[in-house]
């Protein structure tokens, strides 16, 4: 049988959607016989594949790069699932939203600290205006609101998926 | 003398009514169940929040069954494919309107609106956030305002004019300006009317108004005794 490819992403978040898709405990060991992982922080590719089945995005975007990338994974996706609140509302990295962008990086980079009192340059990525979620930027086919969702929603999605079901149907959904 | 006595339909069943009563108190009263956000039993409805929208047979437009009398022979529908749409859009509309992060509040997984989002299955909004840059108004002793999460649903401003009777609070402005203020548009600590009861603050659904000093998920609010007050105060009367 063909695995069912699944990506991960890890944009603008605290990587606790991440840590909750671990959580799902020995049911990732019968799970990891269907799937193969082919991105993200938890195995080694350094290209976003072609022909993913599903990718999970955990985080708002927030910069330049995250911009770039969720549109590549968008083109590159079947099933793009935006996996907890910061993916689906903005939730906290997008607190900063109503605050000008060159007064935050001020605040933190130069009043906020004693030592090398600059804004970081090289080898970070530009901040977007604001920190948004994945659907205002490309088409997110599934919402998973929580921080963080439930291990058992996010494996329960791809369980679906697997069963070739319908993911959305009678899932609980909660934001916070 | 009771009020005249009433038979309405509630989705097809008979349930009696008497006259004076809303659509809302008549389905309550029947053990229907009709979603509120700004209603508060024992205090005045205004039909603000929109929630509680039903369809009446025989007119187009849906009604709010907190503000609508109920009349003779009425027949209501509280949970229509229609109805579930206009409440998803009110419940995304007061999501993107401030900045909900329920993540972080004091009322999260105590929240009405949350609640009421996971309850009518909204996982997402179809609209673009706003983001607004509001105000937090720490200056009372005991309590502090997020206006943030403040969804204007006027209950904090009944309970303290209706039971408290010091009525500090009145909203200021219109539309999507509109802002809930202490007196006039002062510091709510600076309050002289401000009696520190807390009834504002028990009465409110988010975590908008909330006791200092509360962690994430810490303020349990608790309005029905605010109700079985009202109610004691309605009976003495």
């Not at chain 2, 720490?138 to 009944?158: A, E």
């Not at chain 2, 539309?175 to 603050?201: E, H, P, Q, Y």
């Amino acid at each position: 049988m063909k695995k069912l490819k699944v990506a991960t992403v890890w944009l603008d978040g605290c990587s606790g959607c991440h840590m909750s898709l671990l959580d799902m405990d020995a049911a990732v060991i019968s799970l990891a016989q269907k799937i193969e992982m082919v991105y993200g922080p938890l195995v080694d590719a350094q290209e976003f594949p072609e022909g993913v089945d599903v990718t999970l995005v955990e985080g708002a975007v927030s910069s330049q790069e995250d911009l770039n990338k969720i549109q590549k994974i968008r083109q590159r996706t079947a099933i793009l699932v935006s996996m907890g609140d910061c993916a689906v509302t903005g939730n906290v990295p997008a607190m900063r939203n109503p605050i000008p962008v060159q007064r935050l990086l001020q605040r933190v980079y130069v009043e906020g600290t004693l030592e090398g009192k600059a804004v970081p340059t090289d080898g970070v990525p530009p901040l977007l205006k604001h920190a948004r979620p994945v659907r205002e930027f490309v088409k997110v086919d599934l919402c998973l609101p929580g921080c963080p969702p439930p291990a058992k929603t996010i494996s329960g999605v791809i369980a679906a998926v697997l069963e070739g079901r319908k993911p959305d149907a009678n899932l609980t959904v909660k934001f916070g | 003398m009771p009020n005249k006595k009433l038979s309405i339909r509630i989705d097809g069943a008979l349930v009696d009514a008497y006259e004076g009563q809303t659509i809302l108190q008549a389905a309550r009263a029947g053990g229907k169940y009709i979603p509120t956000l700004c209603d508060l039993e024992g205090i005045t409805p205004v039909g603000g929040c929109r929630i509680c929208m039903v369809e009446v047979e025989g007119i187009d437009r849906v009604m709010a069954a907190c503000t609508s009398p109920v009349q003779e022979g009425m027949s209501v529908k509280t949970t229509t494919p229609r109805l579930t749409q206009h409440r998803r859009l009110t419940v995304e509309l007061l999501l993107v309107e401030r900045n909900h992060t329920c993540a972080v509040c004091v009322s999260n997984g105590h929240c009405e609106l949350q609640t009421m989002a996971t309850n009518l299955g909204v996982s997402t909004v179809r609209l673009a956030y706003n983001f607004p840059k509001l105000e937090t108004d720490l200056s009372h002793p005991k309590y502090v305002l997020d206006h943030n999460r403040c969804i204007l649903c006027t209950r904090c401003v009944r309970v303290c004019s209706e039971l408290e009777g010091a009525h500090v609070w009145n909203l200021t402005s219109r539309g999507i300006n509109t802002r809930l203020v202490a007196d006039l548009n002062g510091k709510w600590g600076d309050s002289k009317g401000c009696t520190s009861c807390g009834k504002c603050v028990q009465a409110c659904p988010t975590g908008a108004l909330a006791d200092k000093g509360r962690a994430v998920e810490e303020m349990v609010k608790q309005n029905d005794r605010i109700s079985a007050l009202a109610m004691r105060r309605g009976a003495e009367a």
